[in-house]
């Protein structure tokens, strides 16, 4: 899975609480991205940050919340707001000077299940 | 927004046949990429096919894109079982920001 490293592998949340999930990256890309994973499914896009210090909505982004004070980290905050949180979660990296390519490099994921 | 649909949704060959794999989009996009991913685990990019070329090879893999036709192929020749994983096309429109639009994957199982 490269040089990004995502932890916890799996997570449980009770109702009504917050949890965190943790992603590094050690390739020194600029770009990076949450995506979320139902089974059978494809990836839905979350949250994705360009640079430091900034990131946008995707495509689900309600219920989650993301920050970015340093270039290697880019954590996501399941809030209580979402009501489903079971799923696979994936973080991504891209090198944006590698120009037209929008190659993007995955973590290995965390599985959240709610109890 | 899901904007790559594949087809099959699921897929069984045995060992040594060859495996063919399709998806379709919707908007221009600037290049189309496949992806592997082994049951729980990532995604790993297996190869990427620009807008303006038709076929491209490598190692066992080939892909083809109809941009008329928006869509693309991907075979995978002689398949073995290690070859058991979902595949996933992924489109980077042209119009949006270094976003990659997700379809919704073949699962392929490759019988020993």
């Known amino acids: 899975d490269g040089g990004i490293t995502q932890s916890p592998k799996y997570l449980f949340r009770k109702e009504g609480q917050n949890v965190t999930l943790s992603c590094e990256q050690n390739l020194n890309h600029d770009a990076m991205y949450w995506y979320r994973q139902d089974p059978g499914q494809g990836l839905r896009l979350i949250y994705y940050s360009q640079i430091v210090n900034d990131f946008q909505k995707g495509d689900i982004a309600e219920g989650y919340s993301v920050s970015r004070e340093k270039k290697e980290s880019f954590p996501l905050t399941v809030t209580s707001a979402q009501k489903n949180p079971t799923a696979f979660y994936l973080c991504?990296?891209?090198?944006?000077?590698?120009?037209?390519?929008?190659?993007?490099?995955f973590g290995a994921g965390t599985r959240l299940s709610v109890l | 927004s899901q904007q790559g649909e594949e087809d099959p949704q699921a897929l069984s060959i045995q060992e040594g046949e060859n495996a063919t794999m399709n998806c379709s989009y919707k908007t221009s996009i600037n290049n189309l990429q496949w992806y592997r991913q082994n049951s729980g685990r990532g995604l790993v990019h297996l190869i990427l096919?620009?807008?303006?070329?038709r076929e491209k090879h490598s190692g066992r893999l080939r892909v083809t894109l109809d941009t008329s036709k928006k869509s693309s192929s991907l075979l995978i020749t002689a398949s073995r079982a290690a070859d058991t994983a979902s595949y996933f096309c992924?489109?980077?429109?042209?119009?949006?920001?270094?976003?990659?639009?997700f379809g919704s994957g073949t699962r392929l199982l490759v019988r020993p």
């Open positions: 992924a489109t980077d429109p042209r119009d949006s920001s270094y976003k990659l639009i």
């Open positions: 096919i620009r807008s303006n070329e």
């Open positions: 991504a990296s891209r090198d944006k000077s590698g120009g037209d390519k929008n190659i993007q490099y």
